[in-house]
Nanobody, 118 residues
Framework: QVHLVESGGGLVQPGGSLRLSCTVN????????LGWYRQAPGAQRDLVAR???????LYVDSVKGRFTISRDNRKNTLYLQMNSLEPDDTGVYFC????????????WGQGTQVTVSS
């Protein structure tokens, strides 16, 4: 059974930083494409970043230069380092697995709330 668990969300002021983590079990982690998605209140769930099995990242334009996606295959853990946070970054962040670099996977975590507010 595939299990994804996110952590690291919280309340942060504009300009601040947070680091999200996602522990993944039940799949061959080292071979998986992984991603982070964000769902703002009343909005759809949108891609933030993906990372290939080899570590190649892909970012949406709004987070380029501010966010860094990475993975630790020894720990089965995906990360999202978020710097220079803005109020528009507010939302529930979900970890995703099982897809490709151009497609969403079938497996989701429960999400972690990020709120950027002064």
């Amino acid at each position: 059974q595939v299990h994804l668990v996110e952590s690291g969300g919280g309340l942060v002021q504009p300009g601040g930083s947070l680091r999200l983590s996602c522990t993944v079990n039940g799949i061959l982690f080292g071979a998986a494409v992984l991603g982070w998605y964000r769902q703002a209140p009343g909005a759809q769930r949108d891609l933030v970043a993906r990372i290939s099995s080899g570590g190649t990242p892909l970012y949406v334009d709004s987070v380029k230069g501010r966010f860094t996606i990475s993975r630790d295959n020894r720990k089965n853990t995906l990360y999202l380092q978020m710097n220079s946070l803005e109020p528009d970054d507010t939302g529930v962040y979900f970890c995703n697995a099982g897809g490709g670099m151009r497609s969403v996977g079938d497996y989701w975590g429960q999400g972690t709330q990020v709120t950027v507010s002064s």
